[in-house]
């Protein structure tokens, strides 16, 4: 058993050297441009591009990031995982606003920037896409799932949810300006 003084004693992440370059768009910019967002294996990394202060996003469960999306109105990041096994991979959603709070602050690593863990598909979060009013965030699942499914940000309640189509999908989008459609798309289909 552990003392008290072990216990407190836990290894927090300072810095970090690397990005996960195969996550598509998965280098992007804030709204405000003064921060980068990228993933790094099984975090999510926001970094101020003058200061070069990082903040961290991670859940601790090890499944790497598959996706990331900013929302329109600047206040929220998304990710996606790949599951190992037969849990769940999540789409998360995070507090964009704290994240950037905590890197200029120096506060590398918290975890009052969740804000919801979207459990649905199988497999892997394939794509996900905030809308334009950033009120709903849609997710696409990997192979194994091909699922669309439509959440409501603020209460991180699914809306409804169907099968992308027949064929494999890569890719889930909003419209630019209606937050009633979006479009996807994948092995010999637009829709």
Not at 92 to 120: F, K, P, T
């Amino acid at each position: 058993s552990k003392s008290a003084d072990e216990q407190d004693k836990e290894l927090h992440l300072k810095s970090l050297i690397g990005f996960t370059g195969s996550v598509p768009n998965g280098l992007q910019y804030t709204r405000c441009g003064k921060y980068i967002v990228y993933p790094l294996g099984s975090i999510v990394v926001l970094r101020n591009i003058a200061s070069g202060k990082h903040a961290f996003l991670d859940i601790g469960n090890g499944n790497d990031v598959s996706c990331i999306a900013l929302s329109k109105n600047g206040k929220y990041i998304a990710n996606g995982q790949i599951s190992r096994g037969t849990v769940k991979p999540l789409a998360i959603i995070w507090d964009l606003e704290a994240a950037q709070s905590n890197c200029d602050n120096g506060n590398c690593s918290r975890s009052e920037c969740l804000i919801h863990r979207l459990v649905q598909h199988k497999g892997k979060v394939q794509s996900l896409s905030f809308s334009c009013d950033s009120a709903f965030l849609v997710t696409l699942g990997g192979q194994d799932d091909n699922d669309i499914v439509v959440w409501n940000v603020h209460s991180g309640n699914a809306i409804c949810g169907r099968p992308a189509a027949k064929e494999s999908s890569l890719c889930v989008r909003w419209l630019n300006n209606r937050n009633d459609r979006f479009v996807s798309c994948g092995n010999g289909h637009l829709r």
